[in-house]
């Protein structure tokens, strides 16, 4: 006789029940989670007008993102700023997924 004999008293078609039970327990909470989120999301693109960050930004004809500036700074100078930085990151030994989010005059 086992020791654990007495301990252990779960037959196979229990066991697989309850795994079967917590894999769509798990599924449901996951797809709960993911309801939750969309509605918030959509919610809060209504409370802010429908207005998405990519609508503010345009893109250049090299596929750049080009800031919206409101300091005067022209398009060009923006690329060419961008255009700098991406050449010096690109030189770099780690890959930098950089993006210039906004240029201000100082």
């Known amino acids: 006789m086992n020791l654990l004999d007495s301990f ?3 037959d196979l078609g229990e066991g697989a029940f ?3 039970f917590g894999f769509l327990f798990v599924f449901a909470g996951i797809a709960l989670l993911i309801g939750i ?4 999301g959509f919610i809060m693109k209504k409370l802010n007008g429908g207005k998405s960050r990519g609508a503010q930004e345009r893109t250049s ?4 993102v080009l800031p919206e500036t409101d300091e005067g700074i022209s398009p060009e ?8 930085l991406a050449a010096y990151y690109e030189a770099a030994p780690q890959k930098c997924d950089f993006v210039v989010r ?3 005059r100082l």
């Open 61 to 64: 004809a090299v596929g750049t």
């Open 37 to 40: 989120f969309t509605l918030l």
């Open 102 to 104: 906004r240029i201000k």
């Open 77 to 84: 100078t923006v690329a060419v700023i961008a255009a700098a």
């Open 18 to 20: 309850y795994a079967v």
């Open 8 to 10: 252990i008293k779960v």
